[in-house]
């Protein structure tokens, strides 16, 4: 019988429904099980079907305490779970140096493969990034970035593109799809601008609600259709009302009706601050929809020239002009193309799961306690 061989994933970032945890749980769900075995280390708690999902496929699942809270108690318990679980891999998932709490652990209880993993191209503690940064790079063995801006944020020169792969076939284009859920949802005869991301400062959701009030003064009939949570939400909705498009904004919050809604969108808007090379635009273009994007995200992105990038210092006049003018493509007639062109480009999770499971035994074979 082959080895197999034991893998700690860590969670640096809540695991919730956000990008980082999107991407773990794609290459978990379509990675080969017979030969890897994975347990999960979290910061704080994680949902409870998410949590279901693992065990049923036999992984242990540790709890930490919050790293932003409790920093200690936190290295302390993940030192714990890695001491006894005999782990040939540590894959320490984050966006910044301060992953060296996490690499160290598992060097200081002697894993050989310590892989730290970056999703984005900056982070909210920038000092104690660039304080631990030489020690960080001394930790690890391997360096992962989602994209060429993330890795040349975290490691300069020495690292390795991991793309964020999606279930392609999962976000095509469905014309029945789409045509129940604009019914009802009532917007059957609405043109609909989406986005999808938590309410954090990095999503930009200020500017989005900007673009969208200057769109609606031109054109009565858009509605925006929001996917996500977080702690901006409750801002951004107050925003709404004070702009007087409440009835034009329609939130969804947290939902794993993504696929489907996409096929509802007409257009996606993605103004961010910052981004590593985000998800939901690979599902975006999965999807068939075009997408106008801040330029402050990676060009990795465009796997399709559905992707138009616009600088934030235009403004929201020039956004919304942009919104009204962009014109809709035929998407029944685009999907093979799109599906294909995204294959190409290297965001089949299918084909990236083994990819990264050949790493994992590889790394592990050559790096045999035995």
Not at 231 to 244: D, F, N, S
């Amino acid at each position: 019988m082959s080895h197999v061989v034991n893998v700690l994933v860590v969670s640096s970032t809540r695991f919730t429904i956000h990008g980082i945890t999107n991407v773990i749980m794609n290459y978990y769900r379509n990675s080969d099980k017979n030969h890897i075995r994975y347990d999960f280390a979290v910061n704080g708690e994680l949902q409870p079907e998410l949590l279901n999902e693992m065990k049923r496929h036999g992984s242990e699942v540790f709890q930490l305490p919050l790293r932003s809270k409790k920093p200690l108690s936190y290295v302390l318990a993940l030192k714990k779970i890695i001491a006894r679980g005999n782990y040939d891999i540590v894959h320490a998932h984050g966006n910044s140096a301060t992953l060296f709490l996490e690499t160290t652990a598992a060097k200081t209880c002697g894993v050989p493969v310590r892989i730290a993993h970056c999703h984005n191209i900056t982070c909210n503690y920038k000092l104690m990034h660039y304080l631990l940064k030489p020690f960080f790079l001394r930790s690890i063995t391997h360096a992962f970035a989602c994209s060429h801006k993330a890795g040349q944020w975290l490691y300069g020169n020495n690292y390795r593109v991991i793309n964020n792969g999606i279930e392609l076939d999962k976000y095509a284009f469905n014309r029945k799809i789409r045509e129940d859920y604009r019914r009802n949802l009532g917007l059957s005869d609405k043109k609909v601008i989406g986005h999808i991301g938590n309410f954090v400062y990095q999503k930009n959701h200020d500017f989005l609600l900007d673009v969208f009030y200057e769109v609606s003064k031109r054109d009565d009939n858009y509605v925006l259709l929001l996917l996500g949570d977080g702690i901006l939400r409750k801002h951004v909705e107050e925003k709404t009302q004070l702009m007087g498009l409440e009835k034009k904004v329609i939130f969804m919050g947290k939902t794993d009706e993504v696929p489907q809604l996409l096929q509802v969108m007409d257009l996606v808007v993605f103004p961010s601050h910052f981004e590593g090379l985000p998800l939901a635009l690979i599902e975006a273009q999965s999807s068939g929809l075009k997408c106008l994007v801040s330029d402050v995200v990676s060009t990795e992105v465009q796997a399709t020239d559905l992707i138009e990038f616009i600088p934030l210092q235009l403004g929201a006049k020039y956004w919304a002009e942009r919104v009204i003018n962009t014109p809709t493509c035929n998407r029944e007639a685009m999907k093979d193309l799109c599906l294909s062109m995204l294959r190409k480009k290297g965001f089949d999770i299918k084909t990236n799961a083994r990819v990264l499971t050949e790493f994992y035994l590889g790394a592990a074979k050559f790096n045999s306690k035995a």
